[in-house]
């Protein structure tokens, strides 16, 4: 199925650790995008990207990088995590006429940093 | 900066009640408007979203939402909720020219059976 696809959905860290988040999307749409989702904050902006080989800081980046070797893939990494880092990570996708059109959202990943 | 006000955080309804839930957005220029609904333990998916064109948008599962330019506004409105529309709804603004979405801090929407 065409669409938005996050792995890992669940991932425990102790502090200090490292990991990466993948994000795939198969509609060849340029633009890809993190977010993290808090209770009571609603969803903000990690970093994003407008295309291959490019990214741009969100509203949130501190603690986190990201790559887009490919058009396809959107990774988020961790390279020491705190427990501040403790979240729902979505990843996002839209084409190039996406400002009318809406995201499309992958289904998340649930990180508990302890 | 462009900014996105939900009021509401957290509704609670009766089945059969109607709903309302506000968005406001602080931007002057022209905007694409969206609902999102997150059901719970799912991701975000799209309800509606307004572009150009007639004001009062409708969308899926019987929800509709009114923009109103003058208030920097776009509602959520439905006549007759139901147990299944329990979830958290948020309001996204987009620019033409921006390459991003901002989110309002959403609404969770509980009904009572």
């Known amino acids: 199925n065409a669409g938005v696809t996050q792995t890992p959905k669940f991932r425990v860290l102790k502090t200090g650790q490292s990991m990466t988040l993948l994000c795939a999307q198969d509609?060849?749409?340029?633009?890809m995008y993190w977010y993290r989702q808090d209770p009571g904050m609603g969803l903000r902006l990690i970093h994003y990207?407008?295309?291959?080989?490019?990214?741009a800081k969100g509203e949130v980046p501190d603690g986190y990088n990201v790559s887009r070797l490919k058009k396809q893939n959107f990774l988020l990494g961790l390279e020491s995590a705190a427990p501040s880092q403790t979240s729902v990570y979505f990843c996002?996708?839209?084409?190039?006429?996406?400002?009318?059109?809406?995201?499309?959202f992958g289904s998340g990943t649930r990180l508990t940093v302890v | 900066a462009q900014s996105v006000s939900q009021h509401n955080h957290h509704v609670i309804l009766s089945e059969a009640a109607s709903l309302e839930l506000g968005c406001n957005y602080s931007?002057?220029?022209?905007?694409?408007l969206f609902w999102y609904v997150q059901y719970p333990g799912q991701h975000l998916q799209l309800l509606l979203k307004?572009?150009?064109?007639?004001?009062l948008v409708k969308g899926i599962k019987g929800f509709e939402a009114e923009f109103i330019k003058s208030k920097f506004s776009f509602n959520l409105r439905k006549p007759s909720v139901q147990w299944s529309d329990t979830a958290e709804y948020f309001c996204?603004?987009?620019?033409?020219?921006?390459?991003?979405?901002?989110f309002g801090t959403g609404t969770s929407l509980t009904v009572i059976p």
């Open positions: 996002a996708s839209r084409g190039r006429t996406g400002g009318y059109y809406g995201y499309t």
């Open positions: 509609m060849n749409h340029e633009y």
């Open positions: 990207s407008v295309g291959e080989g490019t990214t």
């Open positions: 931007y002057g220029g022209t905007v694409n």
């Open positions: 307004y572009f150009s064109g007639d004001p």
């Open positions: 996204a603004v987009s620019t033409n020219t921006g390459n991003q979405f901002y």
